[in-house]
């Protein structure tokens, strides 16, 4: 049974850091694109990060170079760095595996399984 958990959310000031971790188990991550996606209050889930199979990363320009995507394969954990954080990186934040493709703006994705997530709060 293939199960992503997300972990290392939190409260953080702004301007703050943190790093969330995505643990799979029952599944192996290094032949897959690993995506990191958010959803705040009242709106869409949006793709923020994505990993492909070769280490290819992807990201949305709302969070380009202050947020960075890696992968352990042998811990097979995905990690996501997120740096200066704003207010509006409030979210809940989701690990989901399946492809993804870089597009203007972000990337495209597809995704078969997804974690439950975990809340970051950007408050002062």
């Known amino acids: 049974q293939v199960q992503l958990v997300e972990s290392g959310g939190g409260l953080v000031q702004p301007g703050g850091s943190l790093r969330l971790s995505c643990a799979a188990s029952?599944?192996?991550?290094?032949?897959?694109?690993i995506g990191w996606f958010r959803q705040a209050p009242g709106k869409e889930r949006e793709g923020v990060s994505c990993?492909?199979?070769?280490?290819?990363?992807y990201y949305a320009d709302s969070v380009k170079g202050r947020f960075t995507i890696s992968r352990d394969n042998v811990k097979y954990t995905v990690y996501l760095q997120m740096n200066n954080l704003k207010p509006e990186d409030t979210a809940v934040y989701y690990c989901?595996?399946?492809?993804?493709?870089?597009?203007?703006?972000?990337?495209?994705?597809?995704?078969?399984?997804w974690g439950k997530g975990t809340l970051v709060t950007v408050s002062s």
């Open positions: 989901a595996t399946g492809f993804c493709t870089v597009a203007p703006g972000g990337f495209h994705y597809g995704m078969d399984y």
């Open positions: 029952g599944y192996s991550l290094d032949s897959y694109d």
């Open positions: 990993i492909s199979s070769d280490d290819s990363p």
